[in-house]
Every structure is written in structure tokens, then in C-alpha cells.
Nanobody, 125 residues
Framework: QVQLVESGGGLVQAGGSLRLSCDAS????????LGWFRQAPGKEREFVAV????????RYADSAKGRFTISRDNARNTVYLQMTSLKPEDTGVYYC??????????????????WGQGTQVTVSS
């Protein structure tokens, strides 16, 4: 069992930066992937980034590549999403999720088994 809690969301102007945190508790997520998804009202949840806890391998959605950075602090059981050059289209509820897939870097919601409650990110123009 893994519990995930996101924090760090808020209102930011376009071009600004924001760092999201995801604190994990419960069972260790060794060999797990930790990912970030986002969802705007009326739209489906979309993949943002994922990191493999063991070796730090990452994968990004095209919309996030070059602007967002996912990282982890295994000692603190925390995963971060550093967002820069934010755009209004980045607005949405951001969710942290855990996957037990070992070799791949999952990008589909169905590949994740534990989810946080989300944190709102709003980017104004």
C-alpha cells in the first residue's frame, strides 16, 4: 500500500515557475515508477512526466520536454516536478501516481496503481 500526497500548486503568471512535490508513505516503492499527470476540466487526464526511482531514468510528454524537470529524493520518499516557462495550457489538476512496472517508463493512466488527490495549478495569461 502506497499513499501519495501532492503539494505546491497555486496561481502563477505565464512565464513563471512552480515546483510540485509528491510525498509517499506506506510501503516502499523500490522498483516503482513515479509519474505526474494533469487534467483540465472536461478533458481527459494526460501524462506529463515519469521517473524510475532506482536509477532516475525519466520520460516526458512533448508538451513538458525542455520546460519541466522531474526528480526524486529517495531518502525522503519524495518526487518533484519543477515547472518553468509556464503557459496557460499548463493549467489543470496535477496528480502524482505510482506504477509497479519495472522496465518501462509508463505513460498511461491504466499503468499506475496508486494516485494522490491532486493539486491545482493555474497559469494566468
Amino acid at each position: 500500500q502506497v499513499q501519495l500526497v501532492e503539494s505546491g500548486g497555486g496561481l502563477v503568471q505565464a512565464g513563471g515557475s512552480l515546483r510540485l512535490s509528491c510525498d509517499a508513505s506506506g510501503s516502499t516503492f523500490s522498483r516503482y515508477h513515479l509519474g505526474w499527470f494533469r487534467q483540465a476540466p472536461g478533458k481527459e487526464r494526460e501524462f506529463v512526466a515519469v521517473i524510475r526511482r532506482n536509477d532516475g531514468r525519466t520520460r516526458y510528454a512533448d508538451s513538458a520536454k525542455g520546460r519541466f524537470t522531474i526528480s526524486r529524493d529517495n531518502a525522503r520518499n519524495t518526487v518533484y516536478l519543477q515547472m518553468t516557462s509556464l503557459k496557460p495550457e499548463d493549467t489543470g489538476v496535477y496528480y502524482c501516481a505510482s506504477s509497479n512496472m519495472v522496465l518501462s517508463l509508463p505513460s498511461f493512466s491504466s499503468e499506475y496503481d496508486y494516485w494522490g488527490q491532486g493539486t491545482q495549478v493555474t497559469v494566468s495569461s
